[in-house]
């Protein structure tokens, strides 16, 4: 499963909107940019059910505001390596020694690929 998350100190930069225009409309603009979303570009749309608002979003500008936290991103993260390490000392899945957060997750990965591999 992937998870997304916002870069935060982007958040309070991003505008939530409660319209729904299609691609050229003049009133289709970018929740971070405030630029318009051309006819036939596809923004990235993000709902949020509780006000039944969304985010709007260039694909470019996506890029600068939503960080991808997926398995297959973490084998940067000097974790994921731990855990590939703590697999091969025979540690078990949950020794894992960190607390909630993206270096459990990526210990977690580290782990689960190194017992994948053998």
């Known amino acids: 499963m992937t998870t997304f998350h916002f870069v935060p100190e982007k958040v309070h930069l ?6 729904l225009p299609v691609s050229g409309d003049p009133l289709c603009i970018c929740s971070f940019c405030g630029k318009l979303i051309a ?12 006000d039944n608002t969304e985010l709007r979003l260039h694909i470019a500008c996506a890029e600068q505001v939503i960080v991808e936290m997926a398995p297959k ?7 994921f390596q731990l855990g590939r390490d703590a697999y091969g ?9 960190y607390g909630a957060g993206v270096n459990r997750s990526a210990w977690f990965a ?9």
């Open 73 to 79: 991103s973490y084998a940067d993260h000097p974790a």
């Open 39 to 50: 006819e036939g570009e596809i923004p990235l749309r993000i709902f949020r059910s509780q």
């Open 14 to 19: 991003l505008t939530w909107f409660n319209d």
């Open 110 to 118: 580290g782990w689960d690929d190194a017992w994948a591999k053998r």
């Open 89 to 97: 000392m025979n540690a078990r899945r949950g020794a894992n020694p």
